[in-house]
């Protein structure tokens, strides 16, 4: 499991990676914010429905609660790159 993964699929890769993984497993998020996004990323995770046949890590709650812990200081170390990117492009559309 990637440390802070969270952060990882919402800021190093590209935004249809976080909209495929929220929509799979049903998160009624629309946005997230990009400042703090794998903190919002992880809190979207826990509140979605997974079905059986996904292969989603963070089926068990502990997981998805490590890693928003892990997910919040990545974010932190990073948060003057995602202010920037929240001032120019900013929610990350989940719809």
Partial sequence: MLIGC???NTV???DSVARHDLSRVKSPC???P???????YNICTLRGKPSRTSLWVG???EFAL???V?????????LPYT???QAYKGNLDLE
């Avoid at 892990?70 to 990073?78: E, H, K, N, P, Y």
């Fill in 6 to 8: 969270g952060t990882i």
């Fill in 12 to 14: 190093v890769r590209d």
């Fill in 30 to 32: 629309g946005t997230i």
């Fill in 34 to 40: 990009r400042i703090y996004s794998g903190v919002a």
């Fill in 59 to 61: 089926a068990v709650p």
């Fill in 66 to 68: 490590a890693d928003i």
């Fill in 70 to 78: 892990l997910s919040g200081v990545l974010d932190t170390v990073i």
């Fill in 83 to 85: 202010i920037y990117e």
